[in-house]
């Protein structure tokens, strides 16, 4: 990390930056209604699996009228807004798979997704803050955040997969939410010197990345990999870099021309860059250029937290001057545990994407049941990408391997990594 422009002497806090001391970046306690004015776009976002499956979404936002986004006046209300327009963009685009795209957004849709989103910062398509980090709610507000007592506020085709999907990523973000309450005594400890102090936090931030991989293996029971490959992964694709949909998409009433945005993936996650920033992890170009493009797709809040943590004092500087045997494990420790959380997410997106793709290739031209027929329907054109746009598993490879290269060469001279 590189010298801190701000005033050493002030502590740093994340109380400017909308980050929940309980939840991280989850947007704390969602809304799940609008002001009834905008009754006709809630209407329609609650129903955008059963209207795609009967091939009736486009008709309907078509028929939408056009509402002024000025009586949106709340953060919540803006964000719940920007779900509810973002899922039925994604539904919109992409009812009829990559065989019938459209090229245009109906400004009924277009205009007031776009002020919307210039309102929030983020970009006209569905990101992560919104399908994650907006798009809960508790069934018992009293009861406990787990997968039972979860459910989405709007939803895409894909039943109880997408469900899963969206819910076990919210709970990962949960397990991360102490690793990101430490980041800050981390930073605070190395400016006043404290090497215990600095340990501790990295011990506890160890436990979180731990905590992650943990509750990340609950994809492989909540999400069935044919249906999220063969069903869902469409609806979170955007129109950059994509095959499908070579021109971008125009916006009807915002611009003539095309636009191009990624659609959702995990590199818009604020956690793991937060990581990387705190413990000098350094991506190569390609990989590099692409996690910095993703933090556009942030709430501005949280992206400037992570560019604010690059700007402190290096803690890998500050391990390596103290020569402190605490110290340099816990350091070594919590780079192992974040390798570690990106190698199974790495056996994780095989499983979900590039099995599939392969079974895909082999069954397309032959007989096949249900599951295998979903599958060998997917689009071609997607195969081996992620949902943002990437050569999938060679960037996750090459990022797993940039992590490698922040251990301590006195701690890792014996390590099999």
């Not at 970046?25 to 329609?44: G, N, T």
């Not at 029971?221 to 999220?228: G, L, M």
């Not at 570690?340 to 979900?352: G, Q």
Request: aromatic share 8%; proline share 6%; charged share 20%.
């Amino acid at each position: 990390m590189a010298a801190a422009k701000t005033d050493p002497k002030a502590p740093f806090s994340l109380d400017s930056y909308h980050v929940s001391k309980e939840l991280g970046f989850i947007l704390p306690e969602p809304l799940a209604e609008l002001p009834p004015y905008y009754k006709p776009w809630m209407d329609v976002a609650l129903r955008i699996p059963e209207l795609v499956q009967s091939h009736e979404l486009r008709s309907h936002i078509d028929q939408m009228p056009l509402l002024s986004s000025s009586f949106l006046q709340k953060h919540r209300e803006l964000r719940l807004a920007h779900l509810a327009l973002s899922m039925m963009t994604m539904g919109y685009v992409w009812q009829e798979g990559d065989n019938n795209t459209v090229e245009t957004l109906p400004c009924n849709l277009a205009v007031p997704y776009w002020e919307v989103s210039q309102r929030l910062g983020l970009p006209p398509i569905l990101t992560h803050a919104d399908g994650v980090l907006a798009n809960w709610k508790k069934k018992d507000p009293e009861g406990p955040f787990n997968m039972e007592n979860l459910e989405l506020l709007v939803s895409l085709p894909g039943g109880d997969s997408v469900r899963g999907f969206f819910l076990v990523t919210l709970l990962v973000e949960v397990a991360g939410a102490p690793a990101v309450r430490n980041i800050a005594t981390v930073i605070n400890s190395i400016r006043c010197g404290d090497t215990e102090a600095v340990a501790r936090a990295l011990e506890d931030i160890t436990q979180s990345i731990q905590d992650m991989t943990d509750t990340l293996k609950l994809m492989q029971v909540y999400v069935e990999p044919s249906i999220f490959y063969g069903v869902l992964r469409i609806y979170l694709s955007g129109w950059k870099d994509n095959p499908c949909m070579p021109k971008g998409l125009t916006y009807e009433g915002v611009r003539t021309e095309p636009m191009e945005f990624s659609g959702g993936s995990a590199a818009q996650s604020s956690l793991l860059h937060c990581f990387d920033e705190l413990l000098g992890i350094k991506h190569e170009a390609k990989s590099g250029d692409f996690l910095t493009r993703m933090r556009s797709y942030m709430p501005p809040a949280h992206k400037q937290l992570i560019e604010d943590i690059s700007l402190q004092p290096s803690l890998r500087n500050f391990v390596q001057q103290q020569a402190n045997e605490r110290l340099n494990q816990a350091f070594h420790l919590c780079v192992t545990k974040l390798l570690a959380f990106r190698n199974y997410h790495i056996s994780i997106v095989s499983r979900f994407i590039s099995v599939p793709a392969a079974r895909a290739r082999q069954l397309r031209n032959e007989s096949h049941g249900s599951e295998e027929d979903m599958i060998s329907r997917a689009p071609t054109a997607l195969e081996e990408r992620g949902t943002g746009g990437s050569g999938i598993m060679t960037f996750l490879k090459s990022v797993r391997d940039q992590t490698k290269n922040v251990f301590l060469s006195e701690t890792s001279k014996n390590m099999d990594i």
